[in-house]
């Protein structure tokens, strides 16, 4: 059912929702970017609908929702192990289509990975359930609609558009169905916004060999990319974490364990036992990275990792593009076959 409400119905029908849902949105929090007079759009619990960023990409994505940046999975003593408490109320999360496509992924990685689920990513996102939030048009960077992640037609609650002071809302979920009607200005079909062309475009070889792993084209990477991890902590579809036990005791028979996020980007990521490090230089480590997005993942689940956001190419403090990488891999394959087409 689709609904078109005004500024005070849309208030109306948030503040609503909340008596039964907690609501996670990209919130505008002034002077929080990289520099004082710099604003950061990211993920926050709002209590208004006016809190909401509706126009601008944000920042961050909406992943920290299921798997926060650190997060305690249980206490331990001499004599017990207990879970952390976490509020497990329902959840809306508030997100555009490329993210929600994100969060599909994720769920991949957490529950349909191996033989056993995540347990603590499962209690989260039993709770949580997603409002769309349409695109009327492509935000920099952003390449989705190469990487099919542009449009989402099923997986959500209700979607939302603004335009001109109204908002349109397309219900999926029924049962808020009387929620948008009581509060509505009237009732018509409504289709979420989606974006069909970006202005940033992407190749994705249909298949990458294995060869590439040893192409030059990773070498310049050994000096542009410091090693920060931005791209990562910023990427929707990054789930790497590490364990850190906080003990509170000298013995280290009582504290914490936390899941951590980390990064594939960040030196000591690939550390192991005896002083062995898998992948030293930065080079490597791009090329793990990109690998892994748009050939290793796709072997193993049937679809790319990368949904095309940009916020790796937005947050880059040396302004590497990753969408410029995956062209230069479909140069670097198209070379390839026409040597191998050569020598045949």
């Not at 603590?120 to 992640?149: A, P, T, W």
């Not at 959500?156 to 029924?174: C, M, W």
């Not at 593009?321 to 045949?344: G, H, L, R």
């Amino acid at each position: 059912m689709g609904y078109i409400l005004t500024e005070e119905g849309f208030q109306a029908a948030l503040k609503e929702l909340r008596k039964e849902y907690r609501l996670f949105a990209p919130v505008r929090k002034k002077g929080a970017g990289r520099f004082l007079d710099i604003d950061a759009v990211i993920y926050d619990e709002v209590g208004e609908g006016t809190e909401i960023e509706l126009e601008a990409k944000s920042d961050y994505s909406a992943k920290e929702a299921l798997t926060p940046l650190s997060e305690t999975l249980f206490f331990f003593t001499e004599e017990q192990c207990k879970e952390a408490d976490v509020d497990l109320r329902p959840a809306l999360v508030f997100l555009r289509s490329c993210d929600l496509q994100a969060m599909k992924r994720l769920d991949q990685m957490y529950l349909g990975n191996g033989r056993e689920n995540d347990w603590f990513y499962q209690r989260r996102r039993e709770k949580i359930q997603y409002v769309l939030i349409g695109c009327s048009h492509s935000f920099d960077n952003c390449f989705c609609v190469d990487m099919k992640s542009n449009i989402t037609k099923d997986g959500y609650v209700f979607s939302i558009d603004k335009a001109d002071g109204q908002y349109r809302v397309n219900v999926l979920e029924t049962a808020v169905d009387p929620v948008f009607a009581a509060a509505a200005l009237s009732e018509e079909a409504v289709e979420p916004c989606h974006v069909t062309e970006n202005e940033v475009r992407v190749r994705v070889p249909e298949n990458i060999p294995l060869e590439i792993v040893n192409h030059p084209l990773w070498d310049e990477y050994n000096t542009r990319c410091i090693g920060c991890g931005r791209c990562n902590y910023a990427c929707p579809t990054c789930s790497c974490y590490t364990m850190q036990d906080v003990f509170y005791t000298d013995n280290g028979k009582v504290g914490e364990r936390r899941r951590v996020g980390s990064s594939c980007m960040v030196d000591g990521y690939s550390n192991v036992a005896g002083g062995g490090q898998y992948r030293k230089k930065q080079g490597e480590r791009m090329r793990f990275k990109v690998l892994h997005k748009i050939r290793d993942y796709r072997k193993r689940f049937g679809y790319d990792m990368c949904v095309g956001c940009g916020r790796c190419d937005d947050i880059c403090g040396e302004y590497i593009s990753f969408s410029n990488i995956i062209n230069k891999v479909a140069a670097a394959v198209e070379e390839m076959e026409k040597e191998d087409s050569k020598n045949a």
